[in-house]
Structure formats: structure tokens, C-alpha cells
């Protein structure tokens, strides 16, 4: 979301009898802008991070459903899924935190919130990789501990022995619930955004502002729709996959996993809607590339 909303649009109105200085308001906004440009980069490096390390985790998976090695099948069920999941709840933490991150911007901009500074933002990033790493290594140990030396028959879940399988099913069942909390918040900031936005639209009569905020309405949206296309098919499928037997929730748990790998293709778009730096990137290696190519 390239622009910052302007503060007459929250703070003035045709009533106000003071005009305010708006050489100090466009400087204040400009600080603010280049403060949540940094914050956004740094969320927006970390949702890159958790892309990449998932690419990295296909050919494993892959290679895991198109052999019988014994050994791949341990590398995977072990290693490979742990790394997987990582990656997939890191993709959708990190995607609430950057609507969280546009949202005060859109509400507040004249002001910086601790999650658009750069400092808290690293910290938020850090402790958002640990918490999850800290789940997935107690998976992880109990599966080296009492399942390395068996033999993988159909899936990773014929493997667990009981006390893994109950740490299996726990750690799901708190992944969805981080999941549902990750929806209902992005539902809430696109809804509050969207309200905000019509105040503003109700009390500003220029056309660029009018554009500017109907922009970062869409933005928004682009943002809850990818996740919803991408993660919501899934975890309706999780937990009954977890919790039944039935084949048949086998093959929709592949198939919407598919759809969450997708996340990996769509979030470039976020990268580029949301973030001036990585457009501003993007013009400057085609205007490199043009001159290249005329000299």
C-alpha cells in the first residue's frame, strides 16, 4: 500500500475553524512513511524467507510420494515435514502482521504504532520463527526418539507410536486454531479498513484521494483473498484428517495442500502492492536492463 492516507482525511472538516499547517503535516507524514517502508520491508523479507525455504521443501516431498526409500521416507516424515509446516504457519502469521502493519497505517497516519518500527519488527519476526520452531521441535524429537527405526507402510502418520500421535494431534489442533484467529483477524482489519475508508471518502471531494484510498481498499482485499484461496481449503480438510481415517480426506488433504503451495506464486503480487521498495527495485533493474540493451 504505496501511499499514506493524508491526515486532513481523519483529522479535519469543512467545520474546522483552524486551518492547520500542512508543511508540518507532510513532513510528519513523510517521517512516518519512510519508518513503515523500513518496518514493511523487514515483514515483508521474513514472508520472502518462509517462501523460499518452502520451495526448498517440495522436491523432498515430491521425492517422498514418488519412491520407496525407506530412508527419503524417514528424511521427509522427520525433517522434511517439520520444515514444510514451518514455513506454510510463518507465511500466514507473517501475512496478518502485514495487514495489521497497512491497517494502522490506513487508521493512524500520522502516527507510528511499535509494529511499524523497524526494531519491534525484528523482534516480532524473530519470535514468531521461534515460536514455531519450538512447536515443531517437539514433533520432531519424539519422532526421532520412537519412530526413525520403523518402517513407513502407506504415510508419515503410520510411523507415530501413541505418545507422538498425541503431540501429533495437539500440535494441529493448536495450528488451527492459529489459523482461525489469523482469519477472523484479517476479516476484522479488511471490514474496519473498509469503514474507515468510506468515512474518508464521505469527507474528502478530490479525485486523487478518492483513488488513492479505493486503491488501498483493493489492496487489502488482494491480501485476504490469496489467503483464503490458499490456506482456508486446507485446514478444513486438516483436522478431520487428523482425527478420521478415511482415505478419502487423504486425497483432499493432498489436493488442498496444492493450493497452499500456490501461496509461493501469489505472494509476490503482495510484495509488490504493498511495498514501494520492491517496486521501486523491480523499475530500477528494468531501466538497468533497457539501457543494457540499447548500448
Same mark, same amino acid.
Given at each position: 500500500m504505496e501511499s499514506t492516507v493524508s491526515a486532513t482525511v481523519f483529522t479535519t472538516s469543512p467545520r474546522?475553524?483552524?486551518?492547520?499547517? +500542512?508543511?508540518?503535516?507532510?513532513?510528519?507524514?513523510?517521517? @512516518?512513511?519512510?519508518?513503515?517502508?523500513?518496518?514493511? +520491508?523487514?515483514?515483508?523479507?521474513?514472508?520472502?524467507?518462509?517462501?523460499?525455504?518452502?520451495?526448498?521443501?517440495?522436491?523432498?516431498r515430491i521425492a517422498h510420494n514418488a519412491t520407496y526409500s525407506i530412508t527419503i521416507r524417514h528424511i521427509y516424515c522427520s525433517f522434511g515435514a517439520t520444515a514444510f509446516y514451518i514455513n506454510m504457519y510463518a507465511s500466514i502469521l507473517f501475512m496478518d502482521i502485514i495487514a495489521a502493519n497497512r491497517y494502522l497505517k490506513i487508521v493512524r497516519p500520522l502516527e507510528t504504532h511499535a509494529l511499524q518500527t523497524v526494531r519491534i519488527a525484528r523482534y516480532i519476526s524473530i519470535g514468531t520463527w521461534i515460536s514455531l520452531l519450538a512447536m515443531s521441535s517437539i514433533y520432531l524429537i519424539l519422532f526421532l526418539q520412537t519412530s526413525w527405526h520403523l518402517d513407513p507402510k502407506f504415510s508419515c502418520e503410520s510411523l507415530h507410536s501413541y505418545n507422538l500421535r498425541v503431540v501429533y494431534k495437539i500440535i494441529h489442533c493448536v495450528?488451527?486454531?492459529?489459523?482461525?484467529? @489469523?482469519?477472523? #483477524?484479517?476479516?476484522?482489519?479488511?471490514?474496519?479498513?473498509?469503514?474507515?475508508?468510506?468515512e474518508a471518502q464521505l469527507s474528502t471531494q478530490t479525485i486523487s484521494s478518492s483513488h488513492k484510498l479505493n486503491k488501498s481498499k483493493r489492496n487489502m482485499l488482494v491480501l485476504v483473498v490469496v489467503f483464503c484461496v490458499c490456506f482456508v481449503p486446507y485446514h478444513l480438510v486438516r483436522l478431520p484428517y487428523v482425527f478420521s481415517s478415511d482415505c478419502t480426506f487423504n486425497i483432499l488433504k493432498e489436493l488442498t495442500i496444492l493450493l497452499s503451495v500456490l501461496n509461493v506464486c501469489f505472494d509476490p503480487v503482495i510484495y509488490f502492492i504493498f511495498c514501494k521498495?520492491?517496486?521501486?527495485?523491480?523499475?530500477?533493474?528494468?531501466?538497468?536492463? #533497457?539501457?543494457?540493451?540499447?548500448?
Open positions: 474546522d475553524k483552524i486551518k492547520p499547517n +500542512m508543511t508540518n503535516i507532510t513532513q510528519a507524514s513523510c517521517g @512516518v512513511t519512510e519508518r513503515v517502508q523500513s518496518s514493511i +520491508m523487514v515483514y515483508m523479507k521474513n514472508l520472502a524467507a518462509a517462501d523460499f525455504f518452502l520451495c526448498l521443501c517440495l522436491p523432498l495450528s488451527f486454531a492459529v489459523f482461525v484467529f @489469523v482469519l477472523m #483477524s484479517l476479516i476484522f482489519l479488511y471490514w474496519k479498513t473498509l469503514q474507515k475508508i468510506r521498495a520492491f517496486r521501486d527495485q523491480l523499475r530500477k533493474k528494468d531501466l538497468q536492463t #533497457s539501457s543494457e540493451n540499447q548500448s
